[in-house]
Every structure is written in C-alpha cells, then in structure tokens.
C-alpha cells in the first residue's frame, strides 16, 4: 500500500486542500485603523469601522448577536460550505486562516491571482476596519495556512 500525505486535520491531502503562504506582514496586534494604514500601505482600506463584529461576522454575514464565539462561526462554515481547490476559486468563495492548532482569520475572494500569494481578499481586522489586499500581505499573526470554500448550492 502506497504511503498517503496526511494535512494537519488528519485527512488525505487531496481530500481535504490545504495550502501553504508565506505573509510579508508580521506584527501580532491592530491599534488603530491609523496605525494599519500609516504602517502597511500595501493594505487598501475599503472601510473604516470600530465595532464589535469581527471577520468571521463579516465574511459570513452573520450578525454579532447571532454568533457567540469563533468556534460557532467555524461550524457555521463547515456545515454550509464544501472545501474547494486554489484552481477551483473564484470571487466571492471564502478563504479560513489557521496555523497548526487554530482557525484564526477569515476572508473573502475578490480577484483570484496569478498564483496564491498574489490573489486579492477582502477580510475585517478585528475590530477594525475592512480591508483589501493580497494573500501574502495578511498577517501572520492569522496563521500560515489557508483552505478555500465555497457556499453549498444547498444552503441559502
């Protein structure tokens, strides 16, 4: 029997696609929409927000009220979106950040690149605003590793 690569869910690699980024940005915590701005042009700010929502209320149009933690919001992906390939993606699909132990960051496609490092996603920062650059320019502090979804044709 051949030997199968396993990802870091237990499941075959080509099962379940997982990738691999290389973040150009590494700091841990967001003061302000100032701070992001003044330090990190590479990041387009499409708008401005101090709120309570956070990028998974965002990326899947769940209010604040209606969501209690991350670990909901993870379910909620799960159970209404199938596991897609780099090759497969397109605007709108969802793209989950984790490192080898948590899912962290979620955002959203916007224009698929010439490769993964280099397409363009939209995600909230926290707290703050919304804002709009390529993969390789997320922080790392959201994990190294992303995997792509796409809504369910079932699910509404």
């Not at 990041?43 to 956070?54: A, S």
Request: glycine share 6%.
């Amino acid at each position: 029997m051949k030997n199968k690569i396993w990802n870091i869910d237990g499941l075959p690699v080509r099962y379940k696609p997982e990738y691999k980024i290389n973040p150009d940005i590494d700091f841990i915590e967001f003061n302000s929409n100032e701070e992001i701005i003044n330090n990190f042009p590479q990041l387009k700010n499409i708008r401005l927000l101090d709120n309570m929502e956070f990028c998974f209320n965002y990326a899947l149009g769940i209010s604040f009220k209606d969501l209690g933690c991350i670990e909901d919001s993870v379910g909620i992906l799960f159970d209404t979106y199938k596991r897609i390939k780099f090759k497969e993606i397109q605007k709108g699909d969802i793209v989950l950040f984790k490192d080898d132990f948590d899912y962290l960051h979620i955002g959203i496609i916007q224009e698929k690149g010439i490769d993964i490092n280099n397409t363009i996603i939209r995600a909230k920062f926290g707290q703050l605003g919304i804002y709009e650059h390529k993969l390789k320019d997320t922080p790392l502090s959201y994990g190294n590793r992303i995997i792509f979804w796409r809504k369910n044709k079932t699910t509404k």
